[in-house]
């Protein structure tokens, strides 16, 4: 059974840094992509990341390019999400989300990062920025 465990969140102020994880379980995150999306009330769940497995690949919202890095740990098979340069707009639930593909569908799931195409998701865990 795929699990996906969400960890990281909290309080920080503007211009602070955070890492999330997501540490994945019944599954090796081998031929997966990997998203971190998150939500705001109001708003649809927004990809802002995503990295495909085979290679390493690491996709970004404009909105978190050159702030955020995504990257894997497989001996541990979890991803991590750094985040810098925190802004108040950051602020929503994150979300880990994993879908097994061949190398050219991880390829679009990351490219596009739409929420609908990935099929295990984590519970989430809450980002807040503000002074």
């Known amino acids: 059974q795929v699990q996906l465990v969400e960890s990281g969140g909290g309080l920080v102020q503007p211009g602070g840094s955070l890492r999330l994880s997501c540490a994945a379980s019944g599954f090796s995150l081998d031929y997966y992509a990997i998203g971190w999306f998150r939500q705001t009330p109001g708003k649809e769940r927004e990809g802002v990341s995503c990295?495909?497995?085979?290679?390493?690949?690491?996709y970004y919202a404009d909105s978190v390019k050159g702030r955020f890095s995504i990257s894997r740990d497989n001996a541990k098979n979890t991803v991590y999400l750094q985040m810098n340069s925190l802004k108040p707009e950051d602020t929503g639930v994150y979300y880990c989300?994993?879908?097994?593909?061949?190398?050219?569908?991880?390829?679009?799931?990351?490219?596009?990062?739409?929420?609908?195409?990935?099929?295990?998701w984590g519970q989430g865990t809450q980002v807040t920025v503000s002074s």
């Open positions: 990295i495909s497995s085979s290679d390493g690949s690491a």
């Open positions: 989300a994993a879908e097994k593909g061949t190398a050219v569908s991880r390829f679009s799931l990351c490219l596009t990062r739409d929420a609908r195409r990935f099929g295990s």
